[in-house]
């Protein structure tokens, strides 16, 4: 079984004042469309938030996802990864960072089924379409005890690293797999190139 988790704990701090995960794309906030994404796969959705009282749960109250609020998010990814994966049903995780606005369902079902395709890897890796490693991030049920030791704001990468060996990288279009927009110059050059 996966367990799709997206990342929507953090502060935004290079957004001076905006929240990227309620920035519009296609017409919605960018945190409902990933849970649509998420959810058109078929698979469990879990939404890591910091509280119960954050805004951005009202961006995806009206959807099926199940919110997870993470005591230690204030940490940074680390200790939202950590808090949130000890609560997920058993299984492998895949991790969606919430602001790889170009990132799609069909990329997210593609990541999936590597783990068919490869299934002696514990890790299964987004990268662009040079091989260029990036998100999401699919870990195999094994890997989740090493959750429990992670610390910083490098998220799962020491797990990454340790595990290179039984990684698989899976290419995707152009360089969805790493465009995240932090800042209002990211969202005004993504606006400008794509229309969205």
């Known amino acids: 079984m ?7 704990a953090g502060n935004a701090s290079r957004m001076r004042g905006a929240d990227k995960l309620a920035e ?10 990933q849970c649509q994404r998420a959810l058109s796969t078929g698979y469990q959705v879990f939404v890591a938030l910091p509280s119960s009282d954050h805004p951005r749960l009202d961006l995806i109250r009206d959807l099926p996802v199940t919110p997870l609020f993470v005591a230690d998010a204030a940490e ?16 492998d995780v895949l991790v969606f960072l919430g602001d790889l606005a170009e990132v799609e369902a069909e990329d997210l079902n593609t990541i999936c089924n590597a783990r068919v395709a490869h299934p002696n890897a514990k890790i299964w890796r987004a990268a662009t379409a040079e091989g260029k490693p990036g998100h999401p991030v699919l870990f195999h049920q094994s890997t989740r005890p090493m959750f429990e030791d992670i610390t910083g704001d490098n998220g799962g990468e020491a797990i990454v690293k340790s595990l290179k060996q039984q990684t698989v990288l899976v290419p995707l279009f152009g360089n969805r797999a790493r465009r995240d927009l932090d800042t209002p ?3 005004a050059a993504f606006r400008a190139e794509t229309g969205r």
């Open 185 to 187: 110059e990211d969202w």
């Open 76 to 91: 940074g990814i680390s200790g939202t990864l950590r808090g949130a994966v000890k609560m997920l049903p058993k299984g």
């Open 24 to 33: 519009p794309v296609d017409g919605v906030p960018l945190l409902n469309l």
């Open 2 to 8: 996966i367990s799709i988790l997206i990342l929507a």
